[in-house]
């Protein structure tokens, strides 16, 4: 195993364990107002202005990398595509699911169900859409990068831009330790 910073490789396992609570019942909310969770926020690290922020409410998830939202005024913004991660594709049509495609759909319903408020987060170096028009965003849920988690666990690898994200180093830094540890794909494909 590689030797990680310390700071880097605590983050990284408050994420993990974030998540783990999530899949075994507790709250996002619960774990974080405990004292003894972890201060550390990734989605305060290289946040673009908040004029490039949204609120937004989840009205379905789509799959492991992608949710339908609305504006808290009922205004439909579409398909989010969680930027820098790339989840196992779900079964479409007489096409399989991938290993994994299943899990990290249900992970990610698990951390934005529908109604869950969440903040959308432009990165200035991306696209705004992507091929198939989808809204390309950080996708933020009680103070949480939901990309860095589903990495963290492993329910996602890194999705390859031709411009580094803002949040790269986090997104990195999680998806080695889920690798490192045999976490969720990294283990079960």
């Excluded at 990165?123 to 992507?130: E, L």
């Amino acid at each position: 195993m590689r030797a990680r910073h310390p700071i880097a490789l605590a983050a990284t396992l408050a994420v993990a364990a974030a998540a783990s609570a999530v899949l075994a019942g507790t709250s996002l909310a619960a774990l974080l107002s405990d004292p003894g969770s972890s201060d550390y926020h990734p989605a305060a690290a290289g946040t673009p202005a908040a004029s490039s922020m949204v609120t937004a409410r989840v009205t379905d998830v789509v799959d492991g990398d992608t949710v339908r939202v609305q504006t808290r005024g009922g205004r439909d913004l579409g398909r989010v595509r969680l930027l820098g991660i790339d989840a196992p594709e779900i079964a479409h049509g007489s096409k399989a699911a991938d290993c994994y495609g299943d899990t990290a759909t249900e992970l990610l319903a698990r951390l934005t169900p529908p109604g869950a408020t969440v903040t959308l987060t432009a990165d200035p170096r991306q696209s705004d859409r992507d091929v198939y028009g989808r809204l390309l965003r950080y996708v933020d849920h009680q103070g949480e990068d939901l990309s860095t988690t589903m990495l963290a666990v492993g329910a996602a690898r890194l999705y390859d831009s031709e411009l580094p994200l803002v949040r790269a180093s986090e997104h990195q830094l999680a998806s080695q330790a889920a690798q490192d540890d045999a976490r969720g794909l990294w283990d079960a494909c």
